[in-house]
């Protein structure tokens, strides 16, 4: 189970963080994702992390403005969004899988446990 917080309503320019706390798996075992959906669009990759931490994939659109994270040892991963813009707005879920082919990260057909999805919106 993947449980969700964070999200919010925020101004252009500004920042969030969102969290992912996993119980039920043993955590160290999966790879974690972020993807986003707006109304009416398809669901799209964010960001993802490998078990180990020590490797990071990103969405163009994303680069240099958000960050994820995990720690292990909380079973817990983050997403840290710099700079957001009204094109961020969107619900982000969070994603787990136990494919450690990197190449396999960017669709969401490849995860196995979501979370409930929160709400992101940027606007003034």
């Known amino acids: 189970q993947l449980v969700q917080s964070g999200g919010g309503l925020v101004q252009p320019g500004g920042s969030l963080r969102l969290s992912c706390a996993a119980s039920?798996?043993?955590?160290?075992?999966?790879?974690v994702a972020w993807f986003r959906q707006a109304p009416g669009k398809e669901r799209q990759f964010v960001a993802a992390?490998?078990?180990?931490?020590?490797?990071?994939y990103y969405a163009d659109s994303v680069q240099g403005r958000f960050t994820i994270a995990r720690d292990n040892e909380k079973n817990t991963a983050l997403l840290r969004m710099n700079n957001l813009d009204p094109g961020d707005t969107a619900v982000y879920y969070c994603?787990?899988?136990?494919?450690?082919?990197?190449?396999?990260?960017?669709?969401?057909?490849?995860?196995?446990?979501w979370g409930q999805g929160t709400q992101v919106t940027v606007s003034p």
């Open positions: 992390i490998n078990w180990s931490g020590r490797s990071t």
């Open positions: 039920g798996l043993t955590f160290i075992n999966y790879a």
């Open positions: 994603a787990a899988t136990n494919y450690f082919d990197s190449s396999l990260y960017r669709s969401a057909d490849n995860f196995q446990h």
